[in-house]
């Protein structure tokens, strides 16, 4: 699910030194707490309300938002706890500023969802 070619190319590609403007996270950040809810939709019950995705499933409810103020994604989960995702902008995956995995791998894995069927 890494975001749209032509938002991740407008955004983020043509300039990967510089860094990136509110507007560009704001509009990919979106772009993915969208596609989550739609993905999820399936197989959990995912509501976006607001810049937050809550999705309640076996197991708990994870909350998904964007903090727009580090540019990162939050997630809290009942599995894994709180974590932080920055996006890489050579990959296009949101990565774990800790380290760990990247948050789609680890939603996919807490979920049990394959969430690479809905990369754009």
């Not at 507007?23 to 739609?38: C, G, K, N, V």
Request: hydrophobic content about 40%; overall charge negative.
């Amino acid at each position: 699910m890494r975001p749209h070619p032509l938002l991740f190319a407008v955004f983020c590609g043509a300039r990967p030194n510089l860094p990136m403007t509110d507007l560009a996270f704001e509009t990919l950040a979106d772009s993915l707490l969208a596609t989550l809810e739609e993905a999820l939709g399936d197989h959990a019950d995912a509501e976006l309300q607001g810049g937050v995705l809550n999705i309640d499933a076996d197991g708990g409810t994870w909350v998904i938002n964007k903090h727009a103020p580090t540019q990162q994604i939050w997630l809290s989960s009942p599995k894994s706890g709180a974590r932080h995702y920055a996006l890489d902008r050579v990959s296009g995956q949101w990565k774990d500023t800790r380290g760990g995995p990247d948050l789609l791998a680890l939603l996919s894995a807490e979920l049990g969802v394959s969430l690479d069927e809905h990369q754009r």
